[in-house]
């Protein structure tokens, strides 16, 4: 059964968020804060970590391989940069999928609290993933005006892209929260199968140094789209395909929505489970 207070409008995904706001906004500072407890630096190492990443990336590729992305313009450290704004794209992806498939089942005590609504759990990893995705943008951005002494303008697009992503991660969320109640091992599979798709998009390479009889695996991967974009708005100041950018946002809330339709659908039968 649905639940009554979302129904099954289309916008049922926003109203999920709005109606339980002040829960989730304290449940995701908790995650955040849990995830520092007890260190010396604390919250810091939300930005050391992505500062110690990039400089890792940079010395290795660009230094220590002397890896070029081969675009006209391209400044010697730029390598790095690029890299690292397509690990963002999927890193934000990785972390919400990466623990989708135990949602329920760590947090089983909230099975049998009907008043509990379930389906914010996923709100609060994505919250999570998000904070951690807009401290390595900073990063990056306050990096590359240092390094190029200027930002660009299409810099302050980014949310267009993180926001549909954002959509497409909490849809699949809300599957793999469900299906892992049910089969246990699609846990054990949710770690090789974003592996697969960080080698499978332009994180490491342009999309057209893959081999072309395979660029349809490249294409495929729905993260593909959102890590070149997010390249174009970051380091080469491209203002981003619109009507690609429309495409992917009516693609991902359609993702969003079924899967939320489905976490509710299944949802009286986690108790019998766990």
């Known amino acids: 059964m649905i639940s009554q207070q979302y129904g099954i409008s289309p916008l049922m995904v926003f109203t999920s968020i709005s109606v339980h706001w002040d829960l989730i906004r304290q449940l995701t500072r ?7 407890r007890g260190s010396l630096l604390g919250i810091l190492w939300a930005f050391l970590h992505p500062m110690v990443m990039l400089t890792v990336y940079t010395l290795v590729f660009q230094g220590a391989f002397g890896m070029r992305w081969g ?22 992806f990785a972390e919400s999928i990466h623990r989708a498939p135990y949602l329920i089942v760590n947090h089983s005590n909230y099975v049998k609290k ?16 998000l904070f951690h995705a807009a401290v390595s943008a900073l990063v990056l951005i306050v990096v590359y005006g240092l390094l190029h002494h200027g930002l660009h303008w299409t810099m302050l697009l980014l949310p267009l892209l993180l926001l549909p992503l954002s959509l497409v991660t ?4 809300w599957f793999l929260a469900s299906a892992g109640v049910f089969v246990r091992d699609i846990g054990q599979a949710s770690g090789p199968l974003t592996t697969v ?28 789209f959102l890590i070149t974009q997010a390249q174009d708005l ?38 019998d489970v766990l």
Request: glycine content about 8%.
């Open 71 to 92: 675009q006209e313009g391209e400044s010697a450290l730029d390598f790095g940069l690029l890299l690292f704004s397509g690990l963002i794209v999927h890193a934000l």
């Open 197 to 224: 798709m960080l080698f499978l998009s332009p994180v490491f390479y342009p999309a057209a140094a893959f081999p072309e009889s395979y660029r349809v695996l490249l294409y495929a991967n729905p993260l593909t």
């Open 30 to 36: 908790r995650e955040i804060a849990s995830r520092y």
């Open 234 to 271: 970051l380091i080469w100041g491209k203002a981003p395909s619109w009507v690609g950018i429309a495409l992917y946002w009516a693609g991902s809330y359609l993702v969003a929505w079924c899967g939320l339709l489905w976490f509710l659908k299944t949802r009286k039968a986690f108790a």
């Open 170 to 173: 909490l849809g699949m969320s």
């Open 114 to 129: 009907i008043v509990f609504p379930l389906e914010i759990l996923a709100w609060t990893y994505l919250g999570s993933a």
